[in-house]
């Protein structure tokens, strides 16, 4: 769940992920050295996962047999992106422009990636019907700043899921931090802290498990 949420989040920093073919070689030796730090690795991961060629996509895969422990699930998740990536040059190779294949099990429409996150109230309390109406008020607000859009809204007695298709030119975190800032000015009524995924449907049981861990935190 941690590094779903910071691999998506890493697309934030300022990593060129525009190199040469021999830079791909160093990097995946890099990888391969057991000596070399994991901040290291999980960097060079990101950029090959950015990859749109076998090289890139061999040298993680070669990585994955091996992985080091807490870097596995980062590493699975840039094999994913950069797979979708050489499927999507084969198909315009094919037929002469690439199918919307993107990262993560939730797909998405016209150059934007859907996800699914998950916000609860502050102190656990129920939302009122002037929260609900603020949220889905400003959600319309959010989404026209960030050329994006919102598919649905549910609501729990003290949380809410939303799905929403977010521009790929947009990092989730600014989507939806920015929705959380404007929801709470002036009366806060949101934690500032939220759960989201691009793989699938966020299921009941994560929502208490997550709702437990920020309870707990």
Known sequence: MEQQSEYIDFHNERVNTDISKEEKIRLISVLLKKRTSLQEKKKALFILGHGNDLRSLYGIQKYLKDPDPDLASWAVLAWQECQNSVLGEGLAKLFGEAEDLLLGGLGGN????????????????????????????????IDKRYSSKAEKVAWGVAYVKITCLISREVAPGDYVESFINACNNPTPFLRFHYFIVNTHDITDKEIDDYMQEIKSA
Do not use: M
Request: glycine share 4%; charged share 40%.
């Open 110 to 141: 016209d150059g934007k990636l859907r996800y699914c996150f998950v916000i609860c109230s502050l102190e656990e309390k129920a939302f009122a019907q002037n929260d609900k109406n603020k949220t889905e008020k400003t959600l319309k607000k």
